[in-house]
């Protein structure tokens, strides 16, 4: 087994969120302008120089600073699978870049001394930012090694792309979600899954015996991780070889429908749901349902397992442009334009949340008063705002009061959102108030 | 070693050419309905059945009838660079399908019996064509796996877009054709290339102990492939890890410049010196000097080695209708609409073609009278007709007299053009004559 995890205790980063780590006493890391991947120049020259090359069979591509140049360049670490746009021509996003933001200013949680959005963007290791107001960009900005015409790891923002096609499956009368998991994947009966709701996968209340915490060499993280890697496996490696085969293996823990429990093989299960029922495979999904509507500039990719299972979990990589197009579109209620390509039964739904009871379970000290619904976190905060979130600093935050969509992309050296959100969740508010203080 | 080939035995397919294998005797393979990827459901379903997955870590992806399926799915198999179109809108392409392409007949080498240009898609188990007249299309076909907002792998069609690359950078002067190649790349210095001019390289001059030699597991085309695999290395393999690893070690084998040898690596060097002139990889120079500009619709991607070079020899991808857009830019000598693309003297470079002398030593039977300029094959027949090769029939043909371009996309079981020449060759100059026909 030592071989398996050689070369993939550092892919789980990619492929998986710890969230539900602690925050930590932060060690000493290159900052944002000292770790610019393009100033240290990874990955230039012919052939690049033999410290500044990011490899994928070792796992170095995920270490920090070689992170923040692999964020924006996963397909040339891995395969991948398309999310095609079509080839039609894009719809163009107006920009009005015309307000103040670098300069609005908010306390971080734990702080005194306020500091500007601009200040921020370091503070997070943002790799690209684009706000949105009125529907039209009020703000874009790129850093290190991502451009407007390169893609970005999204992480966990993947689940809330998975949770929003699954939820508009449901209200295509596809998929019913009081209808047991092992309904529509009788190979997840004797699973942890095979007695849970759909709905409880889409919560994630289900109870499962699943470890993310990645100190422990036995978590079961591990052993996803292990299954889904694309590399060839070692010979003596006799465990799951790809992502449906692992998942059958997930172990009861508790009592579903009672505590949020953040894991990522929530998403892949309903991943798979959403494939066996739709008979296709989730970008092909994502491609038709949205992609090809939405008037995208660019394909979308996802990261996929040895057999060609796109990571359903957190391996979608897109356009900064087109994260905002997406958010944009969650905010409209799924109209764009005049087409209404979500449901806006299916935001509703997204809207509404998931139990306040069971998301305070979740160890979310950060975030008191949210819920989880449809992979979505809900702040129920008196903007009804609600977010994507993925590890490094990913978001797609949605504020329906100020009509305000931000996207970032970001490549903090520590993974946890818990350490981003005291630099992002103030600031997200700060800018909100901004914008609807000048209308 | 052993372990080397194991998983790369296959890939060579898709990282080398090898056309200079004489035609052989068909085995019995599925014909191209019976192979159909789409109809025998490879890669379908979640899983896929266990008989119809494509798998790189073994090799089977490369595998016909599994081929079929891959060479249009090549990033689901492997890491990937892309070939940025940027994000602008593309520029339209004109149909006017109203020729009777489909019924034009003649008659295939060492046949008698005349077939139609449709029969002949069939026997060459052609995925995709297109053919270009007077700069519109007046025919366009898909057939299994590939679909028109899908890529194909281009084979060594990509050595013509490097030699296209490499003589624009010559008529812009950061190229010298008369230097030796040790003169841009160093590292060249005691290799076969180290007294090899530039030019001989572009031509495929050079005088290479290199065989590509499929059936001879010591032919060095075996380690080149193994070196340029991305996956990870077997613990007890001392070769060279990248393509700039393996290059130095071409040993020289007769006198450059006195006959045309087919050989891979030439392409290689010749992307490293692009790569070096300019201090990009040679995706970006793609992106930079002609799909940024040429109003395609979708990105193309290059494989790449395990350091992220992209495969200058055999590993581009891209869609069949850009593949068009491109052969439509070589016939109008460079010009796209008003813009000046490649420059005209780069065109007459290719089209003046190289060394029939040389040529006729290189062990072509079937392409008598033709010659090899900057990585083009030029028929020299009374058309002036040049076009782009690839294996399992990837094809772009430019017929300046008929003002018409064909490209084709193909998943032959058989690698070499010799199999695929006998119904191509003529059903091009059947078409070309039947276009000047009806105007």
Same mark, same amino acid.
């Given at each position: 087994?030592?071989?398996?995890?050689?070369?993939?205790?550092?892919?789980?980063?990619?492929?998986?969120?710890?969230?539900?780590?602690?925050?930590?006493?932060?060690?000493?890391?290159?900052?944002?302008?000292?770790?610019?991947?393009?100033?240290?120049?990874?990955?230039?020259?012919?052939?690049?120089? &033999?410290?500044?090359?990011?490899?994928?069979?070792?796992?170095?591509?995920?270490?920090?600073?070689?992170?923040?140049?692999?964020?924006?360049?996963?397909?040339?670490?891995?395969?991948?699978?398309?999310?095609?746009?079509?080839?039609?021509?894009?719809?163009?996003?107006?920009?009005?870049?015309?307000?103040?933001?670098?300069?609005?200013?908010?306390?971080?949680?734990?702080?005194?001394?306020?500091?500007?959005?601009?200040?921020?963007?370091?503070?997070?290791?943002?790799?690209?930012?684009?706000?949105?107001?009125?529907?039209?960009?009020?703000?874009?900005?790129?850093?290190?090694?991502?451009?407007?015409?390169?893609?970005?790891?999204?992480?966990?923002?993947?689940?809330?792309?998975?949770?929003?096609?699954?939820?508009?499956?449901?209200?295509?009368?596809?998929?019913?979600?009081?209808?047991?998991?092992?309904?529509?994947?009788?190979?997840?009966?004797?699973?942890?899954?095979?007695?849970?709701?759909?709905?409880?996968?889409?919560?994630?209340?289900?109870?499962?015996?699943?470890?993310?915490?990645?100190?422990?060499?036995?978590?079961?993280?591990?052993?996803?991780? &292990?299954?889904?890697?694309?590399?060839?496996?070692?010979?003596?490696?006799?465990?799951?070889?790809?992502?449906?085969?692992?998942?059958?293996?997930?172990?009861?823990?508790?009592?579903?429908?009672? &505590?949020?429990?953040?894991?990522?093989?929530?998403?892949?299960?309903?991943?798979?749901?959403?494939?066996?029922?739709?008979?296709?495979?989730?970008?092909?999904?994502?491609?038709?349902?949205?992609?090809?509507?939405?008037?995208?500039?660019?394909?979308?990719?996802?990261?996929?397992?040895?057999?060609?299972?796109?990571?359903?979990?957190?391996?979608?990589?897109?356009?900064?442009?087109?994260?905002?197009?997406?958010?944009?579109?969650?905010?409209?209620?799924?109209?764009?334009?005049?087409?209404?390509?979500?449901?806006? &039964?299916?935001?509703?739904?997204?809207?509404?949340?998931?139990?306040?009871?069971?998301?305070?379970?979740?160890?979310?000290?950060?975030?008191?008063?949210?819920?989880?619904?449809?992979?979505?976190?809900?702040?129920?905060?008196?903007?009804?705002?609600?977010?994507?979130?993925?590890?490094?600093?990913?978001?797609?935050?949605?504020?329906?009061?100020?009509?305000?969509?931000?996207?970032?992309?970001?490549?903090?050296?520590?993974?946890?959102?818990?350490?981003?959100?005291?630099?992002?969740?103030?600031?997200?508010?700060?800018?909100?108030?901004?914008?609807?203080?000048?209308?």
């Amino acid at each position: 087994m030592k071989q398996v995890y050689s070369y993939s205790q550092l892919f789980f980063c990619l492929i998986l969120c710890w969230n539900n780590l602690k925050a930590q006493e932060k060690p000493k890391y290159l900052d944002a302008e000292q770790s610019d991947p393009v100033k240290m120049g990874w990955m230039v020259g012919s052939p690049p120089q &033999a410290d500044r090359i990011a490899r994928f069979d070792d796992g170095s591509f995920f270490q920090f600073p070689a992170l923040r140049w692999s964020v924006a360049h996963m397909r040339q670490l891995m395969p991948t699978i398309n999310v095609s746009r079509g080839l039609g021509n894009s719809v163009a996003l107006i920009t009005n870049d015309t307000k103040k933001i670098d300069d609005v200013k908010f306390v971080s949680l734990g702080e005194t001394k306020p500091i500007t959005w601009k200040e921020s963007l370091q503070k997070v290791y943002a790799d690209g930012v684009i706000v949105m107001h009125h529907g039209k960009i009020v703000y874009e900005k790129y850093f290190g090694a991502l451009t407007p015409d390169g893609q970005h790891g999204a992480m966990s923002v993947t689940k809330s792309f998975t949770g929003t096609l699954g939820i508009m499956l449901v209200k295509e009368g596809l998929i019913d979600t009081t209808k047991l998991v092992s309904h529509y994947i009788p190979e997840l009966k004797n699973s942890a899954f095979g007695d849970a709701t759909v709905r409880q996968v889409m919560d994630m209340t289900t109870a499962l015996q699943f470890s993310e915490d990645y100190a422990d060499p036995n978590a079961e993280i591990w052993k996803f991780s &292990a299954a889904g890697n694309p590399l060839p496996k070692p010979k003596d490696y006799d465990g799951p070889k790809t992502y449906y085969e692992y998942l059958p293996t997930v172990k009861k823990n508790g009592v579903h429908g009672e &505590a949020f429990g953040y894991k990522t093989v929530n998403s892949d299960v309903l991943g798979w749901i959403i494939a066996r029922v739709t008979g296709k495979t989730i970008n092909e999904v994502l491609s038709e349902k949205i992609w090809r509507k939405l008037g995208v500039e660019q394909d979308a990719y996802y990261s996929v397992d040895a057999v060609g299972t796109p990571f359903a979990g957190g391996g979608l990589n897109l356009g900064l442009r087109d994260m905002a197009r997406f958010g944009q579109l969650i905010l409209n209620n799924g109209k764009s334009g005049t087409q209404q390509i979500i449901p806006k &039964a299916a935001i509703d739904d997204i809207r509404k949340g998931g139990s306040k009871k069971a998301f305070a379970k979740g160890g979310y000290p950060l975030l008191k008063g949210w819920s989880y619904r449809d992979m979505w976190w809900i702040t129920n905060n008196d903007h009804g705002a609600f977010c994507a979130r993925g590890v490094h600093g990913q978001v797609v935050y949605v504020d329906p009061k100020a009509d305000m969509v931000i996207v970032r992309f970001a490549s903090n050296p520590l993974a946890s959102n818990a350490v981003n959100d005291p630099y992002s969740l103030p600031a997200y508010d700060a800018v909100a108030k901004y914008l609807l203080t000048i209308k």
